[in-house]
């Protein structure tokens, strides 16, 4: 069996944002990390290795930089890393993205496709089920929970107030949402192997390996989404709830909290 | 000379600080108030392949390098001086010796476990009246000819993973020679030792300054018979195989004194920006800015010993001196900066509420054990002075 995780290495919005002066994120810039959703669907995919034994390729499309990401992943246990860069794909909406990823999913022999539902820099959800239209496959979105039964996948797709258990056969795409589990560290000898060039090959694809795309649907010219503005968004705490406290007990609270602050 | 990292050291410290962060970070304070060895913890740094990090991948390990298993003691010790000595002990005390002088079978017996984290290590040298002076270790091993048993007597103390540990390497008198003026001289010898062998048993538990859910516990040997093959190394040269484990334990308890420095030192720059005193943040204040230039200052120096220490385990034959120095300099780094910090802290750091109060008090036990700083100085000044 082959799965393919698509990642997106994404900025840690954590260590600050940084825009250009066009609007556009600063990538360079910034600290980044792994989406978490799709941290979530990689680890989703690795247990499913850890049952079955099947191979797990991870795909990214992003600057040279993005290898890093991959290499991230082939320390978590993934089997071999594609890296999709060209200057040409640049400015990328989520139309030319999901075409981009399209193209150079139809080089790869496939069983499942694991997407995140969204990344943390875009926040659109659109490419994951984008991909699984160009490839005309079968997509379950929103994935709380993936298993696989034979030729199919069974998934709980998540709502608001309930859930869905949905059989798709595969091949297929499924969503990941980062509440799917809790994803394993990489190891440290996992590290070593994944920067290890005879045990480790990236595989580096530019606009000449996509399969039946066209030019006038990649980069920034193939993208109908233009960025009017982007701004930073104003952070607030998550807050606290705290119930079953008599008034003196909450106001004792309140008052540690302030001291803890060194507000009072 | 390049000091950079490269870039699978670099994601090797990621790796090392989102676990610590994650995973450590919460459970220290509880730790250091309960004094219960932190078995959880253990075993998420077991599945997450921590346990034998420079051990080859042939006997369980993940093939990593020294430097690699420095930063991972390392930034554990940001967070807990505990958990970060339990990796320390097992590694460097227990797993080491094996590699370095034994038998292939011993290696697949006790690395194999050792290195996945199945078993934890242990090393038992000192005794009540053998600390800095370890020639003056009473503990011995008898040869029964009958049996081909060693037959072990005598007690063990202040032995870090104490209780917790499934394999110990314990140093015995085995012999008594004469020198070429007719004076009596021990020979010692090592021993691999199984928790649970007929005649070894567990004194008193200490109750410590610091690092307080590290289980360090008296051992005794009454009559504890050991199969033959057990004896690690050859018999006689136990003192000197003892000494060289120490070597490299020194650089895993020079990373843990690195490493609370580190973490205090970055507490104290988190504190100093939020505490606000005659209007604006202590931060502000020349001599804040002063303490932490000269703390700052101090731990990047110890981290190049360290580092530098790490490597010549890695490339050299014998690192005595560069481990006795990286200790040196780190354990006495890790006491200045940690009680820096909670001066700074003022008041607050005195309380059990801010982390610097406990690294303190970590701290303290790294100008002590595996060799006081004395002993480094010994090491230090005999090669010099040679």
Redesign the interface.
């Known amino acids: 069996m082959n799965i393919v995780v698509c990642i997106k290495q994404v900025p840690d919005t954590k260590g600050g944002v940084v825009f250009n002066p066009d609007g556009t994120l600063n990538r360079a810039a910034m600290l980044t990390i792994m989406n978490p959703d799709d941290r979530a669907g990689l680890e989703a995919a690795l247990r499913i290795k850890d049952e079955t034994g099947a191979k797990v390729t991870v795909l990214t499309m992003g600057l040279p930089k993005a290898e890093?990401v991959l290499?991230?992943a082939i320390?978590m246990g993934a089997d071999e890393g594609i890296l999709v860069t060209d200057r040409v794909l640049g400015g990328a909406d989520t139309w030319a993205t999901s075409t981009t990823i399209a193209g150079a999913l139809r080089n790869i022999d496939y069983d499942l496709i694991i997407t995140g539902r969204q990344a943390i820099d875009g926040d659109t959800a659109q490419v994951g089920p984008q991909i699984a239209e160009h490839l005309g496959l079968p997509t379950v979105s929103y994935a709380q929970a993936i298993k696989v039964e034979g030729d199919s996948v069974v998934v709980e797709r998540q709502y608001e107030d309930r859930y869905h258990v949905i059989k798709a056969k595969m091949p297929c795409l499924v969503t990941a949402l980062s509440e799917l589990n809790e994803p394993?560290?990489?190891?440290?000898?996992?590290?070593?192997?994944?920067?290890d060039e005879e045990k480790t090959k990236i595989t580096v694809w530019g606009r000449a390996d996509l399969k039946d795309v066209d030019d006038s649907n990649l980069g920034l010219k193939g993208s109908p989404t233009q960025i009017a503005k982007a701004s930073d968004k104003v952070r607030k705490g998550t807050g606290e709830k705290v119930t079953d406290l008599d008034p003196t007990e909450a106001v004792n609270y309140i008052a540690g909290k302030l001291k803890?602050?060194?507000i009072i | 000379m390049d000091f950079t990292l490269?870039?699978?050291h670099e994601?090797?410290r990621k790796?090392f600080q989102?676990?610590a962060v994650n995973e450590v970070r919460p459970r220290a304070q509880e730790v250091d108030e309960t004094e219960i060895f932190p078995r959880d913890t253990v075993d998420k740094m077991v599945?997450?392949?921590?346990m034998g990090?420079p051990v080859p991948?042939e006997y369980g390990?993940?093939?990593?390098d020294p430097l690699?298993y420095v930063m991972?003691v390392e930034e554990l010790a940001k967070e807990c001086g505990t958990t970060a000595v339990i990796l320390s002990a097992h590694t460097s005390l227990c797993i080491d010796p094996i590699m370095t002088y034994g038998t292939e079978e011993q290696k697949q017996k006790y690395v194999v476990p050792l290195a996945k984290g199945e078993k934890l290590g242990a090393f038992g040298l000192t005794e009540p009246g053998a600390g800095t002076d370890a020639q003056g270790a009473q503990t011995k091993a008898v040869l029964d000819e009958a049996t081909g048993e060693w037959v072990l007597n005598g007690s063990k103390c202040f032995i870090t993973n104490g209780k917790e540990a499934d394999v110990y390497i314990i140093i015995a008198v085995t012999d008594i020679v004469e020198d070429k003026r007719g004076r009596k001289q021990k020979r010692f010898s090592c021993f691999i030792v199984e928790k649970g062998t007929p005649g070894f048993s567990f004194g008193t538990k200490e109750k410590k300054m610091g690092i307080r859910g590290s289980s360090t516990y008296e051992l005794i040997f009454e009559d504890c018979r050991i199969p033959q093959e057990n004896l690690l190394g050859v018999r006689g040269k136990g003192f000197g195989m003892a000494m060289h484990t120490l070597d490299g334990g020194r650089i895993g308890i020079a990373s843990q004194a690195l490493g609370l420095a580190e973490g205090a030192l970055q507490r104290a720059i988190d504190f100093t920006k939020?505490?606000?005193q005659f209007g604006r943040s202590i931060s502000a204040f020349q001599n804040t800015q002063f303490q932490l230039a000269n703390m700052a200052t101090k731990v990047e120096a110890a981290k190049m010993l360290v580092y530098k220490a790490a490597v010549a385990k890695a490339t050299q034959k014998t690192y005595s001196v560069e481990a006795a120095m990286a200790k040196l300099a780190a354990a006495e780094v890790a006491m200045d900066v940690t009680t820096k910090a909670v001066q700074l802290h003022g008041g607050y750091g005195y309380t059990r509420?801010y982390d610097v109060e406990r690294m303190m008090r970590d701290a303290k036990i790294t100008e002590i054990y595996e060799g006081t700083s004395e002993v480094q100085r010994m090491v230090i000044s005999a090669n010099i002075l040679n």
Do not use: N
Not at chain 1, 184 to 195: C, L, S
Not at chain 2, 47 to 50: E, M, V
Not at chain 2, 61 to 64: A, D, K, L, T
């Open positions: 890093e290499r991230e320390a394993r560290y990489m190891t440290p000898g996992g590290i070593f192997d994944a920067f803890e602050k060194h | 490269d870039k699978k994601m090797a790796l989102d676990f599945k997450a392949g921590f990090i991948k390990g993940q093939g990593c690699t991972a939020e505490r606000k509420e």
